[in-house]
């Protein structure tokens, strides 16, 4: 399992799960400030794999969504790094604009209207989309 905020949180799934009857061992060619979680802080978000189903995504993606909401409601946000952040998903006029499949996962999801996105401050060219409640672990803590 590798040693970013996604092999982490799989590590942690899996001892809770299965407790002392397995060993993880976490590989990982970069550790810390060399990991992309370094840099992206691990803002949650299911996205599609090749070849892997919807359904299958959308469970793991609630599984690791409850996981960082637990801690987040835990009294333990400050000390793993968990904060709650407002997503907002913009789309011009040419852009394929489609709800995300995993929408009934996140906390807050809603379509924005025009005075919303009017709101946001980006400019005309902005005519839908959407926001939804997420979280981001900062890695210095959380790992």
């Known amino acids: 399992i590798g040693a970013g905020v996604i092999g982490l949180s799989c590590a ?3 001892v809770t799960k299965y407790g002392k009857s397995i060993e993880i061992c976490v590989i990982a060619d970069n550790f810390f400030e060399e ?7 691990g803002l949650w978000g299911p996205y599609e794999f ?19 909401a637990q801690l987040f409601r835990s009294g333990q946000a400050a ?22 499949f995993w929408k009934d996962i996140v906390s807050m999801f809603k ?3 025009m005075n919303e996105l009017k709101k946001i401050g980006i ?3 902005i005519v839908k989309g ?3 409640g997420s979280f981001v672990a900062d890695q210095k803590y959380y790992l």
Do not use: M, R
């Not at 990991?35 to 802080?41: C, H, I, L, M, W």
């Not at 090749?50 to 996981?67: A, D, L, N, P, R």
């Not at 790094?81 to 394929?96: H, K, S, Y």
């Open 123 to 125: 400019g005309s060219k």
């Open 50 to 68: 090749s070849g892997t189903s919807e359904s299958k995504i959308t469970e793991w993606g609630k599984v690791s969504f409850e996981h960082f």
């Open 79 to 100: 000390d793993a790094g968990i904060q709650l952040v407002t997503c907002n998903i913009l789309f011009g006029e040419d852009d394929a604009y489609t709800l995300p």
């Open 111 to 113: 379509e924005l209207d």
């Open 35 to 41: 990991t992309t979680s370094s840099g992206s802080g």
């Open 130 to 132: 959407y926001s939804y």
């Open 12 to 14: 942690d799934e899996l």
